[in-house]
């Protein structure tokens, strides 16, 4: 927990702005759309974004990321047409986006403090939630950022307190209509964090004001989402939104032996869980823990999951300690699941998440490390075949992001 602690302590900013040059160290001038991806190295945020001309480039061959592209540390976050860096070592994240010359440059610097939760408003903005790390305090700050402005438009901050000496902290958000909804666990103050996992907590609120609505709970299953990676909470096309809990040691939770792994629905329009939906996992033909998802446009979500007999390594998605994760496809509504065949065994995500995955024309890709290897897998949406594709080499770790981007005129 205290290494954990420690490198995170590394995202805390103070709220303020400042301007930034242009970085045109991208040599590749093409007009027209680009591909951009986040690449982490073995070196602390010592990271890499860097531009593409075709998703072909990622299917085969080798890709040696040494050097390669624009230096830029943090967390990537693909937001309307732009990919937005939360550096954690310079003084403010920096969205970036192409301009008219199809060049990747850096719009101007915002300052923004424990980036811990985000996600995106239906009106394209990115809507954070930052928190302290150690309880110090538990009013967090809810944040509007207008990726066009390149400045923050809205802020307020709500007490996260929810019993003496316990309070909320926030796994994932995401926006639909007039509403925010929060994903988070209940813990308290000391270094065990004593998480509630007898019950999956949501906080509500309304957009744009973020004046706070309600929390509402369930105790089908367990915590909602994991810690930093936002990949515990969904908005689907039809404007459902779905959450994951998953009772896992994978995921940073104590598993309890009589609650399941499963996701739960709000439906749209609604500020409630659909008491008539339910989706155990673990009773499921996977028989295992959801640990994270990523949306898959219209009403799939693509799941990476651990079989329940392989939960043993506490933390063992946020750090490659652990190479039995799996994948499937799941249509949310019907609840059909559909196995990811072709991909071997592999790792999680190491403090990244939900913008690692790419979807386009029916196929979705990501990047995956193996015990051996990292390499990028394109996995047909319809079949859930998964194809191999390049290697990734150059001493790094991960492919944290990927995301299509336009020129600015």
């Known amino acids: 927990m205290k290494t954990i602690k420690n490198l995170l302590a590394l995202t805390l900013m103070s709220v303020a702005f400042f301007s930034c040059s242009s970085d045109n160290s991208d040599d590749n001038t093409t007009e027209g759309s680009k591909y951009v991806l986040g690449y982490q190295t073995a070196t602390w945020n010592s990271n890499y974004m860097w531009s593409f001309d075709s998703l072909d480039q990622l299917m085969s061959g080798t890709i040696d990321m040494t050097g390669k592209g624009i230096e830029q540390g943090g967390s990537y976050i693909p937001l309307a047409n732009t990919m937005f860096a939360c550096d954690t070592e310079v003084e403010g994240a920096a969205p970036f986006y192409l301009n008219a010359a199809s060049q990747l440059v850096a719009g101007n610097r915002v300052f923004i403090e424990s980036q811990f939760a985000y996600g995106v408003t239906d009106d394209d903005k990115l809507l954070i939630v930052g928190a302290s790390w150690e309880g110090s305090s538990t009013d967090n ?67 744009p004001s973020l004046n706070f609505v309600k929390r509402i709970a369930d105790t089908r299953t367990t915590a909602v989402g994991m810690y930093y990676t936002n990949t515990g909470i969904i908005r689907t096309d039809s404007g459902n939104v779905y959450t994951f809990s998953s009772n896992a040691m994978a995921a940073g939770y104590v598993a309890i032996e009589d609650e399941h792994s499963g996701i739960l629905r709000i439906n749209k329009g609604q500020t409630d869980f659909d008491a008539n939906y339910f989706l155990d996992i673990q009773a499921s033909t996977l028989n295992g823990k959801v640990i994270a998802a990523y949306p898959l446009g219209g009403e799939k979500a693509y799941i990476v999951y651990l079989p329940t007999e392989d939960d043993t390594v506490d933390w063992g998605f946020l750090n490659h300690s652990s190479y039995k994760f799996k994948s499937a496809i799941i249509d949310l509504p019907s609840k059909t699941i559909t196995p990811v065949t072709g991909l071997p065994l592999h790792a999680g995500d190491s403090y990244f998440g939900v913008g690692s995955l790419f979807v386009e024309d029916g196929n979705a890709y990501k990047a995956f490390v193996t015990n051996d290897e990292v390499r990028v897998y394109k996995i047909n949406i319809a079949t859930g075949v998964a194809t191999a594709g390049a290697k990734v080499t150059g001493g790094g770790t991960d492919i944290s992001a990927i995301t299509k981007l336009t020129p600015r005129q």
């Open 141 to 207: 700050e809810l944040i509007i950022y207008d990726p066009v402005k390149q400045a923050i438009t809205g802020r307020k901050f709500n007490n996260f307190a929810t019993t003496t000496g316990r309070f909320d902290f926030p796994t994932g958000v995401t926006v639909v209509g007039d509403k925010v909804f929060v994903s988070v666990f209940d813990r308290d103050a000391s270094d065990n964090w004593a998480i509630d996992q007898k019950q999956a907590y949501i906080r509500v609120y309304d957009y």
